[in-house]
């Protein structure tokens, strides 16, 4: 189980203590990028964490680097002020991780270089003898493509190089890293527990590494990258049967119309995206998952189809499925070489037991104390024979990790419950909002994970049948919540959490994944 469900009394999880992790390694090494990536991680187990960011704390502290002493990042002799400058922003990053530990927090990932052994040793005998467990986390890169890369699109944007020419910030940074090669010096201690990682994932090493939490840990760090990529969310098209998690009915015709436009808009905005960022979008390919329930992969049919297909749509095989095994199964064609569908089971909605196909209020009525236990705790209460979203995120752990493990622009067409789960460990939200996180048929979100956090952006794209209601005066706009099916209680159960804080998809298009109050503010776009 690697879900948040419960808290202890002294707020730490899987008897694992406090842990420190010292993250070891030269500028542009991916270091930031893994340290966000596993407070992503370790939040989502329920784990209390905090990235420290001396980098950020800098900036905030003293302002970009156009602001400090010529001799701050140089080697040799300091001056008196910056040695001052310079004590003043460790000392503040140590506070900061002081305060998080006797405030409840477990786990403190210290984002900074650490680069000689000295300086690690003074640091971890310190919090050592205060009983917190230290983990050393060396980040190691050989591969001068990834450092450029990592140079260009995460240090030159932060505030040290505003306002600097492109080509003149990228030598700046390259002269820091000369500095600091200098006086590198790589974990050789064995004293203490290290992880050793080459090129963000391509290879890891371990020493003394012990209990269920430190191996988690492990595991996760050894299926992550920092190669970019992006991720679309959309829910499944409108089907025949909308109130019946039992009927694994198919799409309507409405359902097909959303299918198409679907493939129309994602196509139209991920070309638009990628050419912006540089790329080609012919040379890269988009990976779809969706469950294996039928409303959900006809969905993704569409992007499987011939150019020169007829308007009726043709079923297409799953990853799971070979050539062979349909003989309804489009032909090869260049636009499908780019796609590839995948079915997961996992990804099936929650399961809503006795309560499917009533309305809230029935549920209600017909079920007055596991009502009252559901609107008090939405997320982990469980209906009879059914699944609690706490469940769900158990199933879904496995679809978590190969989501950090996926490299290709990847679109989930999903269920409204599933999704909210995937988002709210993206986005970095807590337990209690995932059932209350809206999610529209008819809006895209577009999420492109980033070495300090994620950026996001919404889309809405449909208002036909599934989103809008019909009455016998014609069509009448409901606003956000017009999708809104009364006997799909668990599909729509964001809009009966009463007393809980509703997420819209506009929401957390505003919202970026990224520690505390002192860290960097993340670019992020509403549309």
Not at 314 to 342: G, L, W
Not at 421 to 438: D, F, K, R
Not at 450 to 472: E, K, L, N
Not at 489 to 517: Q, W
Request: some cysteine.
């Amino acid at each position: 189980m690697a879900a948040p469900l419960y808290t202890t009394a002294s707020g730490l999880l899987f008897h694992a203590g406090k842990i420190l992790i010292l993250m070891v390694g030269l500028p542009a090494r991916g270091k930031t990028h893994i340290s966000r990536a596993l407070e992503r991680y370790l939040r989502w187990m329920g784990v209390k964490t905090q990235v420290v960011s001396l980098g950020d704390y800098r900036r905030k502290t003293l302002g970009g680097a156009q602001k400090l002493p010529p001799d701050y990042f140089t080697l040799g002799e300091k001056s008196p002020e910056t040695m001052a400058l310079r004590k003043l922003v460790s000392d503040g990053c140590e506070k900061h991780i002081w305060d998080f530990f006797e405030g409840g927090g477990q786990v403190v990932v210290y984002d900074a270089n650490n680069g000689t052994q000295k300086s690690r040793q003074t640091l971890a005998e310190k919090f050592d003898k205060a009983g917190i467990h230290v983990i050393m986390l060396e980040s190691i890169c050989d591969n001068k493509e990834m450092i450029e890369m990592n140079i260009r699109n995460v240090k030159i944007s932060s505030p040290d190089y505003s306002g600097w020419d492109l080509d003149k910030a990228v030598e700046d940074y390259y002269g820091r890293i000369r500095d600091r090669e200098m006086s590198y010096e790589t974990i050789t201690e064995t004293n203490w527990p290290f992880i050793r990682i080459f090129n963000v994932g391509e290879k890891i090493m371990v020493n003394n590494i012990r209990g269920y939490l430190q191996s988690r840990i492990v595991f996760f760090l050894m299926n992550i990258h920092n190669r970019f990529r992006m991720i679309y969310f959309a829910r499944s098209g409108q089907s025949l049967i909308e109130h019946s998690y039992k009927a694994d009915s198919d799409l309507s015709p409405a359902g097909w119309e959303y299918a198409e436009r679907l493939k129309e808009f994602v196509s139209e905005r991920r070309a638009k995206s990628l050419e912006q960022r540089g790329y080609n979008p012919n040379d890269r390919r988009l990976v779809i998952w969706t469950s294996t329930r039928r409303r959900a992969h006809h969905t993704a049919w569409p992007f499987l189809t011939l150019a020169q297909a007829s308007s009726t749509p043709e079923p297409a095989a799953s990853s799971q499925s070979t050539p062979t095994d349909r003989a309804d199964q489009p032909k090869e064609s260049a636009s499908r070489r780019h796609v590839k569908v995948i079915e997961k089971p996992q990804m099936s909605e929650i399961n809503p037991g006795v309560w499917d196909g009533l309305t809230p209020d029935q549920a209600r009525r017909l079920y007055p104390e596991e009502w009252a236990r559901f609107v008090k705790d939405p997320y982990a209460f469980r209906a009879p024979r059914a699944e609690s979203y706490h469940d769900l995120s158990v199933r879904l752990e496995p679809i978590l990790i190969e989501l950090e493990r996926e490299k290709e622009d990847l679109l989930i067409i999903g269920h409204s419950s599933v999704i909210r789960c995937l988002l709210s460990y993206l986005i970095g939200l807590p337990a209690s909002e995932i059932p209350a996180i809206e999610i529209a048929r008819g809006d895209l979100l577009e999420v492109v994970p980033t070495s300090y956090g994620v950026h996001s952006q919404a889309f809405h794209f449909w208002d036909g049948p599934g989103r809008r209601v019909v009455t016998g005066e014609g069509e009448v706009e409901l606003g956000y919540l017009s999708h809104k099916d009364e006997t799909n209680f668990y599909e729509n159960y964001a809009e009966d959490t009463k007393g809980k804080k509703r997420v819209t998809t506009i929401d957390i298009a505003s919202l970026s994944f990224g520690g505390e109050d002192y860290n960097l503010p993340h670019q992020t776009e509403n549309l």
